[in-house]
């Protein structure tokens, strides 16, 4: 996986790469052509922006292309992730601390909304604070206002906010699960990137972009894809979006054989993004088929059901299986797994 394959960042990054513009994406498809003018709007306004789509729907890069074609785009991009904040962490990952505000706290520590100051700050993942982070933010997003951890001074960031998340927001509000205030906060102006299976002109654009990285990278020469591989990549229903295609281009690239890639390359049938299988019980005879005993396999059923039984609530799923929030959005996205 290259950098910019990541999903989401663990907590915070810093992103300094400024060729990342409107250009780079792809955007063949009316549904997408039109996310990126109503972005490119945006950017040049200095309005808080809320990106929602799929997981690997591009939701940062976009939003790296509306910082650098801003009027900040010589100022810092810091990206945070709300899911990856531990709360006994959040105020310091949020706002920093002064030394010793708390035990181990040895020096002065600078928080996303300070760090960002003149640029933009990326809150990812919105939608999967706590209630208590909801109260605590809401105030910094307002007004850019906010103490560090132990200390007395109110700090001003002149910061533009971009957010992003991939869940339905005004459905969490009704649920109770998201504040109101902080709604109207954060929904100002709302960019939505439609997933992939619903702008089937962009698959193979994509696909091609994808390819010729291999050949840069690679120094491969491959020139395209057979008819047959084509089609298949069109009714791919594409779990995982762009990054999931990104990632069996590069696989296929890797394998073939000849100039052109064919189905048999894709493997678009390979187990990590297959329909859910009936995964025999670990205790159980052999299944029919052995490959229903790989650990792929296994590690997919099990995310299914433990999702199921949170009834599609991921945070509660990660704790569920011990792993970090963004571990488990890989893996989703890996395993084509429909959350
Ligand atoms: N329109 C596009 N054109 C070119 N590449 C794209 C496009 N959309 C996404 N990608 C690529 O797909 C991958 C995933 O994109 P990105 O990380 O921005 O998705 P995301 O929506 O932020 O995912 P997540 O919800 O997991 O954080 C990246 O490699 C990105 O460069
Ligand atoms: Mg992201």
């Not at 100051?117 to 990326?122: A, C, E, R």
């Not at 696989?251 to 052109?260: E, K, M, N, Q, T």
């Amino acid at each position: 996986m290259t950098s910019d394959d990541a999903p989401t960042p663990s907590i915070t990054q810093i992103y300094r790469d400024r060729s990342v513009t409107f250009d780079r994406l792809v955007a063949e498809d009316d549904a997408m052509t039109e996310v990126v003018r109503q972005a490119e709007r945006a950017a040049r306004s200095d309005a808080s922006v809320l990106i929602v789509g799929e997981t690997g729907t591009g939701k940062t890069l976009l939003a790296q292309a509306i910082h650098n074609t801003s009027p900040r785009a010589a100022k810092p991009f810091v990206a945070a992730n709300c899911a990856a904040f531990a709360e006994s962490l959040l105020e310091s990952e949020l706002f920093g601390h002064e030394k010793g505000a708390f035990t181990g706290a040895e020096r002065v520590k600078k928080g996303v909304f300070e760090l960002a100051d003149g640029g933009t700050l990326f809150l990812d993942e919105i939608g999967e604070l706590s209630k208590n982070a909801q109260a605590k933010i809401l105030r910094a997003v307002e007004y850019k206002e906010f103490e560090r951890l132990g200390g007395e001074e109110t700090l001003r960031s002149d910061i533009r906010i971009l957010f992003a998340t991939n869940r339905d927001l005004a459905e969490a509000v009704r649920n109770d699960e998201f504040r109101e205030d902080l709604f109207y906060r954060v929904n100002e102006f709302k960019v939505e990137i439609p997933p992939l299976r619903q702008r089937k002109r962009d698959i193979l654009p994509l696909a091609l972009r994808y390819l010729q990285e291999c050949n840069a990278t690679f120094g491969y020469h491959l020139t395209g894809f057979t008819p047959e591989a084509e089609r298949a990549l069109l009714s791919f229903d594409w779990p995982g979006n762009a990054r999931r295609l990104r990632s069996i281009v590069k696989r296929a690239c890797a394998l073939a054989d000849g100039d052109v890639l064919t189905v048999e390359d894709l493997d678009l049938t390979a187990p990590s993004v297959r329909a859910p299988t009936k995964a025999p019980e670990a205790s159980a005879g052999a299944p029919e088929n052995l490959e229903d005993w790989s650990l792929a396999t296994v590690e997919r059923r099990h995310i299914e059901r433990v999702l199921e039984h949170t009834k599609g609530n991921k945070s509660e799923a990660a704790r569920v299986l011990g792993i970090a929030r963004t571990t488990l959005d890989r893996k989703i996205a890996t395993y084509g797994i429909d959350a």
